[in-house]
Each structure stands twice: as C-alpha cells, then as structure tokens.
C-alpha cells in the first residue's frame, strides 16, 4: 500500500494541473486582450484630442457706422444677426429657426464674388438692407444687466444648430423673414417680381397674439395728396381697393386716377404692412394696418406661437419654407470653394 500513495498523489497533482493550467492560460489571455483594449482607448482619445475642430469660415462685415470692415467667424456673426433680428425673450426653438433664416442668408452672400449691394472686401452690411448685426461688447453696451442671460440663450440656440442651412434643390435658399402676418404669409411673386417655388403664402394664426397686431396711422389729407401725387378734393371715399393678394392683403389700388401696388402704398405712406384699409375724417385720412413687415418668408412671431405651440424648429422651417431641406453649410463650401472643413 506504502508503493501506492505517491503514483496517487502524481496523478491528483497532474489532474488538477490539467484544469488549472488552461484557466490561467485564459486569464493571462483576457488580461493581455484588457491591455490592449485600454491601448487602443488611450490611442483613440488621444487621435480626437489631436484631431483639428471643424473650422468656419469668416464673414467679413462693412459696419456702416465706422465704415470700416470687421471679420467674424461665421456662428459669431449669426449670434450676433439673431441677437438684433428676433427677441431674445423668444422660445428658443423659434430662436434656432431664425438662426438657420440668418445663417442660410449669409451663406449665400459668401458664395457669391460679385455682390454689387456689397463694399469691396466685404461679403455684407451690417444694416436692415442685408442683416442688422451687432458685436458683443455691443450687444453689452445694448442689453446691459441683461446681457449674460439674453446672450447665453442667443448663443445656445446657434450652436445647437452649428453649420445648419436651407436648401432647395441643393442650392441655399432666399430665406426672407419678418415680423408679424396679417394671420397668411405671401407668395413672393406677389411682392417682388419673381415667382420663388419655395416662398408661397402658408397661414399664420398664431401672429394675432403679437403685439400691435393691429395699429392706426393718422395722415393729414394734403400730406396724403403729396405722397402719392393725387387729388381726392372733398370725396369722402379714399381709394378703391380693385385687388388682394393670396395672404389676403392689398395687391392693387385705385386713387383718383391712379392705381398702385399695395407695396407702393406701404413704402410711400412708411405703412407697416401692404394689410391696411382708410377711412377719411374731415382732413385726415385714419389708416389701420394689420401686421408688420412685407409678409414673405418666416413669420418671426408666428414662429414664436409655433414654438409655444410645442413646435421644434424644424417643423417652424418646414412650415414656412415649402419643400425646403436642412444642409449642411460646410458640404456647400466644399463643393464650390473646396473648402477644409
């Protein structure tokens, strides 16, 4: 029995290695493959740590106050766009929307060599002929106590968009917005001259809840005669109002012996939109008006309702703009100017 015990004991030792021997051989292995997962991590974070932002490219801006050039890469420059087009008391996702109106507008101008509304060396105007702009230690001076919230938001609602445009058939659009409908949008050839697929009268209910939807303007006769050049004497009747627009405004008027444009009644008589009707007391005419702006494109405040609403900015866009897409502005760049993003 005494001769037994130690060949026992070898084959206890060797069985039990048999099961130890694999099970350390796959530690060993899993370790190993640990290691160089956290290899390949640290490489990985420290390839996107040393990987180049996305650039933007510059927006050179002919500020008409010091008339001097200033460039701005281009989120700076639409946060400064927004800041002056649209409250900053708005809902943020209306905020988005108009920074995509903002954006997809200078874009185009960036895209374009021969702009002749333009300065030499600039690619736009900081005035309401392009887009009001302003810095932001002009943004401070302007909002004072209120500028860190105001610019925060402002700020936010651009970056959340970062790089977004609106495309039609590939190509940036004409993105028009203003103030306030008269509860419709305008088709654009009703406007301005041409027909654009895209800017086509949509309603706008919700704008009947801004501010001064409504509002009257008091002209003495004689200065009404002189703005337009007619005579309209003693008659009580002002003007007859011979045809409406889609968005239910004045497309044509007719005065004495002359018709016009409803447009023209607005630039000549600084109405505040081409939605107004008259009527005459004694000697002066009583104009009221409903809405604010030429009434193409993105209402701003129906947008604001839109994202009261519970809309996001891309349903305000959509709404908006027909069959428009969201682009990224940098592919445009790419394309035309091989631009490095």
Do not use: C
């Not at 800041?83 to 997809?104: H, I």
């Not at 401070?140 to 209120?146: P, R, T």
């Amino acid at each position: 029995m005494k001769s037994i015990k130690p060949i026992f004991i070898s084959a206890t030792l060797l069985i039990t290695l048999t099961f130890i021997i694999p099970s350390l051989l796959v530690l060993f292995s899993k370790d190993e493959k640990t290691v160089v997962r956290e290899e390949e991590k640290v490489e990985s974070a420290k390839e996107t740590a040393e990987a180049p932002e996305e650039s933007e490219p510059d927006v050179a801006v002919f500020r008409d106050e010091s008339k001097e050039i200033e460039t701005f890469p281009l989120e700076e420059y639409v946060t400064g766009v927004v800041a002056m087009e649209m409250p900053a008391n708005f809902e943020v996702e209306a905020l988005k929307a108009q920074a995509l109106a903002a954006r997809t507008y200078v874009v185009n101008f960036l895209l374009q060599t021969d702009e002749e509304s333009v300065p030499e060396g600039a690619n736009i105007t900081d005035t309401v002929t392009h887009q009001v702009f302003k810095n932001q230690d002009e943004l401070k001076e302007l909002w004072g106590k209120d500028f860190d919230w105001k610019y925060k938001k402002v700020s936010e609602a651009v970056q959340t968009t970062k790089g977004e445009i609106l495309t039609y058939k590939d190509k940036p659009i004409t993105a028009s917005f203003f103030s306030t409908s008269n509860g419709y949008t305008e088709n654009a050839e009703e406007y301005w001259k041409d027909k654009i697929p895209y800017l086509k009268s949509v309603e706008s209910p919700w704008d009947s809840k801004a501010p001064n939807f409504e509002s009257e303007k008091k002209i003495p006769v004689e200065e009404f005669e002189t703005l337009l050049g007619v005579s309209i004497g003693s008659e009580k009747e002002v003007g007859e109002i011979t045809g409406k627009t889609s968005g239910n405004k004045v497309a044509t008027v007719k005065i004495a012996d002359k018709t016009f444009s409803g447009r023209e009644i607005r630039e000549k008589l600084d109405l505040r939109s081409t939605d107004f009707r008259w009527v005459r007391d004694g000697d002066s005419i009583t104009i009221t008006t409903k809405g604010y702006g030429h009434g193409v494109g993105m209402s701003q405040y129906g947008a604001n309702g839109m994202a009261q609403a519970g809309k996001d900015y891309r349903e305000i866009v959509e709404h908006y703009y027909h069959d428009i897409h969201i682009s990224e502005a940098n592919q445009l760049f790419e394309k035309q100017f091989a631009f490095s993003s």
